[in-house]
């Protein structure tokens, strides 16, 4: 079983609504991503949080925005989003935010269906 | 943007034979990843492989990696109906502040008949 918990697991908005994923983890990891998978393609990287703190932002549109409130947290809110941001979310972590040769743990994702 | 290209797209083998995917790269790494997705669930990871290594062993996984081709390769020994997923390679770009940041490769959807 992941110890990374994604909410919720399915999700359906209409583009003028607003909604929030949120990710959860108790592993004591100090870096946190979001990525987005589209269906039969590999995951890309949206964002990467160090230490709490914004470190990555893969020039992602404003209608995505991440806030990581403590490092147990970390949320992806969302508003206005198109039809073409129907995809697979997903959260990961990585147990030290300032080194690499990290493996990343792994939700299981909220599966979003914009109409 | 994604660096990683792996082939094949598609692998069926029967149970107990051996699958081999590979992975190639274009930028130089901190280390190559292998990770494993389950349709529509959350990824696992496989096995990491350092820049400074070749080889790499863990169960019935072996990993190589050629930094001088950019390539990498998975072999996965006495397959078994639950090996069927799609697998992953990933390599690491991150630095010393920002930690891992991993790009993903296109990814061999693997088929293992019973």
């Known amino acids: 079983d992941t110890e990374v918990t994604q909410t919720p697991k399915h999700l359906v908005m209409g583009m003028t609504n607003k909604k929030s994923l949120k990710c959860e983890q108790h592993m004591g990891h100090r870096a946190m991503y979001w990525y987005k998978q589209k269906a039969k393609k590999p995951p890309e990287l949206m964002f990467v949080?160090?230490?709490?703190?914004?470190?990555i932002n893969e020039s992602v549109p404003s209608r995505f925005s991440p806030e990581c409130p403590n490092s147990s947290l970390l949320n992806l809110h969302l508003h206005a989003l198109q039809p073409e941001d129907s995809a697979l979310y997903l959260c990961a972590t990585g147990r030290q935010g300032s080194r690499t040769n990290e493996k990343l743990f792994f939700g299981s994702g909220t599966q979003l269906s914009v109409l | 943007s994604q660096q990683g290209e792996e082939d094949p797209q598609a692998l069926s083998i029967q149970e107990g034979e051996n699958a081999t995917m590979n992975c190639s790269y274009k930028?130089?790494?901190?280390?190559l990843q292998w990770y494993r997705q389950n349709s529509g669930r959350g990824l696992v990871h496989l096995i990491l492989?350092?820049?400074?290594?070749r080889e790499k062993h863990s169960g019935r996984l072996r990993v190589t990696l050629d930094t001088s081709k950019k390539s990498s390769s998975l072999l996965i020994t006495a397959s078994r109906a639950a090996d069927t997923a799609s697998y992953f390679c990933?390599?690491?770009?991150?630095?010393?502040?920002?930690?891992?940041?991993?790009?993903f490769g296109e990814g061999t959807q693997l088929t293992v008949n019973p």
């Open positions: 949080y160090s230490y709490e703190k914004l470190s």
């Open positions: 492989i350092r820049s400074n290594e």
């Open positions: 930028t130089s790494i901190n280390n």
């Open positions: 990933a390599t690491d770009e991150g630095s010393e502040t920002s930690g891992s940041r991993l790009t």
